[in-house]
């Protein structure tokens, strides 16, 4: 007779998937409601800095597709939020911890989007960091999980590809929309390395987390990863990307680059970054205003039960 | 008050016509009719599917709190059952 620890245990062994009605170990599933939350979250405020665009797009063809884009996006936060609900928490007590700060979402979506030309970088640059983030998560160890991420990486192709278009667009244009292009990319580049995590020195939970098979790399490889691929879509599109250290290292096969700033990332982390308090005010204020409308229509569903039991 | 979360709800997809509904997840709504307006702009944004089923999660019944438990052991030792149990010449054409 084996234990279910030792069931469990082979299970991850053998690269097969962990189901919810599955015995897991209590630190497996706390890393997972806290990972797939923050994941979640990060979704939700994630279409604030995008969706500041929504009215000023230059174009009925640009509108439609940040829409859709942000859509996308809504649509991503209920398929983890779904998946997380699988772990016995609820959705209520998910959105109450990230309005609380007790549950985090991903640093980036604390940075303003100061001109139009963002929403390109973020699609280029953000999006295609949660790409690269994502890809391996299709493989994790926890079904539910990796079924959302496989939906999620079907999307997000689109997201990374409109964003790289309307870039080359801005930089078929004027000399101003070109230096619009630069300067977006020269404020994103920076707290898009940041999307990894901190170095892998200093992130103490990832070698447990690979055990586990929740994640399937470590940030800095990542990061690395994320790097190399940037460099030559950079080039394609005539931007500088602003890393003086950025260079190809041929006995490596990789390029190397500068250390982003780990305090501003800590500061931002912390709550201390440009946008922190507007993006939780916002949510907040969405999800008190919509109140009266989850009351009205229970209350409206009650009552036609009701009424049809009669 | 404290705040009642509206039920929840599985969703099933048919992907095209000649498959089966498949499970893609779970969402909030609070009757069914919400149900399927929900499932549609949340799971089949891009042609998913030609059919949506929802049922709430509570009514589902299971075959047993483990996935993987004696319940489906005994097909184990049904070899008889899959068609590569039984030796055909390989001369015999069609089989
Ligand atoms: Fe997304
Ligand atoms: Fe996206």
Redesign the pocket.
């Known amino acids: 007779m084996t234990t279910l620890q030792e069931q469990f245990d082979a299970t991850v062994a053998h690269s097969d998937r962990i189901e919810p009605r599955d015995w897991m170990p209590e630190g497996y599933r706390k890393t997972l409601v806290r990972q797939i939350a923050q994941h979640a979250h990060?979704?939700i405020i994630?279409m604030q800095p995008e969706g500041n665009w929504l009215t000023r797009a230059p174009s009925l063809r640009r509108k439609a597709i940040l829409l859709a884009k942000v859509q996308?996006?809504a649509g991503?936060?209920l398929y983890l939020y779904s998946a997380c609900e699988t772990l016995g928490v609820s959705r209520l007590e998910l959105t109450e911890m990230l309005l609380a700060g007790a549950q985090k979402y991903s640093s980036i979506f604390n940075y303003p989007t100061l001109s139009y030309a963002d929403v390109g970088t973020i699609g280029w640059l953000v999006?295609g960091a949660?790409i690269c983030n994502?890809v391996p998560l299709c493989r994790t160890s926890y079904g539910p999980y990796g079924r959302a991420m496989v939906r999620?990486c079907k999307?997000?192709s689109f997201?990374q590809r409109q964003g790289y278009e309307l870039l080359t667009t801005m930089m078929r244009g004027t000399d101003e929309q070109r230096a619009m292009v630069q300067e977006s990319v020269d404020r994103f580049w920076w707290p898009a390395l940041m999307m990894f995590g901190p170095p892998d020195a200093d992130s103490p939970n990832t070698v447990q987390s690979m055990e586990w098979g929740i994640k399937r790399n470590t940030n800095d490889d990542l990061r690395q990863r994320f790097v190399d691929m940037s460099v030559p879509q950079a080039e394609a599109l005539g931007v500088t990307l602003p890393d003086p250290a950025l260079r190809w290292n041929d006995e490596r096969g990789h390029h190397d680059f500068g250390e982003p700033d780990w305090e501003e990332f800590m500061a931002v982390v912390k709550g201390n970054g440009p946008c922190n308090a507007q993006r939780i005010a916002h949510r907040r204020r969405a999800h008190d205003d919509g109140a009266w409308v989850r009351e009205a229509a229970l209350a409206f569903a009650e009552r036609s039960a009701e009424e049809s039991r009669a | 008050m404290p705040e009642t979360e509206w039920p929840l709800w599985e969703v099933f997809v048919r992907g095209k016509r000649g498959l089966n509904h498949v499970h893609v997840g779970s969402l909030h709504a609070a009757d069914d009719e919400m149900a399927v307006r929900h499932a549609r702009d949340v799971y089949t944004r891009r042609n998913e599917g030609v059919s949506i089923w929802v049922v709430r999660s509570t009514d589902v019944t299971a075959s047993s709190p483990d996935e993987k438990d004696p319940m489906f052991a005994p097909s184990g030792d049904k070899v008889y059952r899959h068609p590569t149990f039984y030796a055909i010449p390989d001369d015999v054409p069609h089989m």
């Open positions: 990060s979704e994630g996308d996006e991503h936060g999006d949660a994502q999620i999307e997000e997201h």
